[in-house]
Every structure is written in C-alpha cells, then in structure tokens.
C-alpha cells in the first residue's frame, strides 16, 4: 500500500508557472512508476505526464510538451511537475498516480495507488 500526499496548486494568471508535488509514504518509492494526471469539469481524467521508475523516461501529453517537466527525487519519495507558461484549459483538478507494474505509464489504468486531488485555476 503506497498514500500520495499533494502539495502545491492554487490560483495563477495566465503565463505563470506552478509546482506540485506528490509525496509517497514506504520506502519503496523507486520501485514505482508515477503519473500526473487533470480532470476538467465534464471532462474525463486525462494524462499529463509520466516519469518510470528509474526516473530516465518522461512521457508528456501533447499539450504541456515544452511548458511542463516531470520529476522525482527518490530520496525524498517525492515527484514534482513544474508547470510554466500555463494556460486557462490548464484549470483542472491534478492528481498523482503510482505503481509498481510495467506497463504503459500514460494511462490512468495502469495505476493503483492516487493522491487526494489539488485544483489548479488559471485565470485569463
């Protein structure tokens, strides 16, 4: 059983730039796979990005590639997404996702283990 705890998000303009972080309890952390992932409202969750768990593959959603970056300190346990330059369609409820199977790390299927949620606004 791995618990995610969020921290970051909150109410940004337009062009400028968040960090959220997902700390995992136990002390395996390496061993797992960790995604980020956003609900809109009336929308379905949807991948933002994915780190492996030897931290040397990234996968981005076409829609952050060049504003987000994914990444993990595994001694700290913890994984982070720095979001710069966002948007208004950024607004959504992030979570972070873990696991410890192979697989495919861009879809929400894959995962277990997810953290509690943080609302990202951006306004216009």
């Known amino acids: 059983q791995v618990r995610l705890v969020q921290s970051g998000g909150g109410l940004v303009q337009a062009g400028g730039s968040l960090r959220l972080s997902c700390a995992a309890s136990?002390?395996?952390?390496?061993?797992?796979?960790m995604g980020w992932f956003r609900q809109a409202p009336g929308k379905e969750r949807e991948l933002v990005a994915a780190?492996?768990?030897?931290?040397?593959?990234?996968s981005y959603a076409d829609s952050v590639k060049g504003r987000f970056t994914i990444s993990r300190d595994n001694a700290k346990n913890t994984v982070y997404v720095q979001m710069n330059s966002l948007k208004p369609e950024d607004t959504a409820v992030y979570y972070c996702?873990?696991?410890?199977?192979?697989?495919?790390?861009?879809?929400?299927?894959?995962?277990?283990?997810w953290g509690q949620g943080t609302q990202v606004t951006v306004s216009s």
């Open positions: 996702a873990a696991d410890d199977a192979d697989g495919p790390i861009t879809r929400a299927s894959l995962y277990r283990y």
């Open positions: 136990g002390h395996t952390f390496r061993r797992y796979a």
């Open positions: 780190i492996r768990k030897s931290g040397l593959s990234t």
